[in-house]
């Protein structure tokens, strides 16, 4: 992986845009919408806290909290869209919020994008934090981008304070 040579702050602003608009619709909970931002091949994964190696951990031999296909994510859109899913029903309110995004050229025409995020969610008068960093592999798709991987890293050691993943992050 190479860093984006000096002048290219364009691909950078576009990038970054993307990843604006992506964590906009999440707040908003218009999660077919996100979806729809996804490579016809994504995967979508949230890695174990604490867990090492974590940036180049493969699900294959490594226990995420979420690794799923474009088939598992449709399934958990699904679930989290009905009133049935009593842990988002009412939805949790989010503000998701990144920085320190770096652009670089991946394998194959891939763009590498890695954040910070901060996630707020509040619920019932309760509000937690998710924090970490985020390895985005992007392909061109049309005009814009898709999201061929997303793996979110949650930078501390156990879900205790949190309890559990229950927004997308």
């Not at 194959?108 to 970490?132: P, S, Y």
């Not at 392909?139 to 890293?153: P, S």
Request: hydrophobic share 35%.
């Amino acid at each position: 992986m190479s860093a984006i040579p000096a002048g290219t702050a364009s691909l950078r602003e576009e990038v970054e845009d993307f990843l604006y608009y992506e964590n906009d619709l999440l707040d908003r909970w218009q999660l077919n919408e996100w979806y729809a931002l996804f490579d016809k091949n994504g995967m979508y994964h949230i890695v174990t806290p604490g867990l090492k190696d974590a940036d180049t951990a493969s699900p294959d031999n490594t226990l995420f909290l979420v690794s799923d296909d474009m088939e598992r994510l449709a399934q958990r859109i699904d679930r989290l869209s009905k009133s049935s899913a009593h842990v988002e029903f009412p939805r949790s309110t989010t503000s998701h919020l990144i920085s320190n995004i770096r652009v670089s050229e991946g394998e194959n025409g891939e763009v590498v994008a890695r954040t910070r995020f901060i996630i707020h969610r509040t619920k019932f008068d309760e509000t937690v934090g998710f924090f970490g960093h985020q390895i985005y592999r992007l392909v061109r798709g049309g005009n814009t981008f898709r999201i061929r991987d997303k793996r979110c890293v949650l930078d501390f050691d156990t879900l205790s304070q949190q309890g559990k993943v229950t927004i997308i992050l």
